[in-house]
T-cell receptor
Framework: AQSVAQPEDQVNVAEGNPLTVKCTYSVSGNPYLFWYVQYPNRGLQFLLKYITGDNLVKGSYGFEAEFNKSQTSFHLKKPSALVSDSALYFCAVRDPGAGKSTFGDGTTLTVKP | SQTIHQWPATLVQPVGSPLSLECTVEGTSNPNLYWYRQAAGRGLQLLFYSVGIGQISSEVPQNLSASRPQDRQFILSSKKLLLSDSGFYLC????????????FGDGTRLSIL
C-alpha cells in the first residue's frame, strides 16, 4: 500500500524568505513522487517530479524538491518566496506497480509581503 | 499540445436529481483518466479511474458512476444526488507511463440544495 503525509496544514513565510513544504511517503518499492499547486477554484498544476537519478529536482516557478530515501521524504523548497506563491500544495506518491497515485491532504502556503 | 476540458464550471442541483459531468481530453490518445472529489479545498478523493474505453475502476462505493464511451471522454453520473455529493469535482488525465504526472481540468463546483 502507498501513502503520503503532509504534516503541516498551514505554512506561513515572509516574502523573500526561503520556504519549505514537507512531505513524507510510504511505498513498497522505489517511489514516483510529485508536487502540485492549486490556486482557488482551479485544478491542480504539476510543479515537479522525482522518478530516478539526482535527488534534487528542479521544477516550475523556481521550486525544487529534495528526495531523501532514508527519511522517506520529498520536501518542496524555494529559496525566495513570492506573495504569488500563496496557494494550496499537494504531494503525491505512486508505487511503480500501482495504477494510481495517492495525494496528501494539502498544505496551504501563505506568503506575506 | 494537450488540453483538458471540463464542464460545467458550476452546477446547482436539487437533492434527488440526476447528474452528468463531462470531461474531454485533446491532443493525446489512450490517456488514463481520473475523477476526483475535493471537499472544502482540502484533500483529493479518487472516485474512478480508467485505463481504456469501457474500463472503469471504482475506488469508493457510492451513488456515483463513471463511463468512458470514447477514448478521450470521461463522464461522471448519478441517478439521484445526495446532499453529501456536494463538492469540487476534478477530472484529470495522464499518459499510461506511470512516471508521468496527471493534468487536471479546472473542475466543477457542485452544490446540492
Amino acid at each position: 500500500a502507498q501513502s503520503v503525509a503532509q504534516p503541516e496544514d498551514q505554512v506561513n513565510v515572509a516574502e523573500g524568505n526561503p520556504l519549505t513544504v514537507k512531505c513524507t511517503y510510504s511505498v513498497s518499492g522505489n517511489p514516483y513522487l510529485f508536487w502540485y499547486v492549486q490556486y482557488p477554484n482551479r485544478g491542480l498544476q504539476f510543479l515537479l517530479k522525482y522518478i530516478t537519478g539526482d535527488n534534487l529536482v528542479k521544477g516550475s516557478y523556481g521550486f525544487e524538491a529534495e528526495f531523501n530515501k532514508s527519511q522517506t521524504s520529498f520536501h518542496l523548497k524555494k529559496p525566495s518566496a513570492l506573495v504569488s506563491d500563496s496557494a494550496l500544495y499537494f504531494c503525491a506518491v505512486r508505487d511503480p506497480g500501482a495504477g494510481k497515485s495517492t495525494f496528501g491532504d494539502g498544505t496551504t502556503l501563505t506568503v506575506k509581503p | 499540445s494537450q488540453t483538458i476540458h471540463q464542464w460545467p464550471a458550476t452546477l446547482v442541483q436539487p437533492v434527488g436529481s440526476p447528474l452528468s459531468l463531462e470531461c474531454t481530453v485533446e491532443g493525446t490518445s489512450n490517456p488514463n483518466l481520473y475523477w476526483y472529489r475535493q471537499a472544502a479545498g482540502r484533500g483529493l478523493q479518487l472516485l474512478f479511474y480508467s485505463v481504456g474505453i469501457g474500463q472503469i475502476s471504482s475506488e469508493v462505493p457510492q451513488n456515483l458512476s463513471a463511463s468512458r464511451p470514447q477514448d478521450r471522454q470521461f463522464i461522471l453520473s448519478s441517478k439521484k444526488l445526495l446532499l453529501s455529493d456536494s463538492g469540487f469535482y476534478l477530472c484529470a488525465w495522464s499518459v499510461s507511463n506511470r512516471g508521468q504526472p496527471q493534468h487536471f481540468g479546472d473542475g466543477t463546483r457542485l452544490s446540492i440544495l
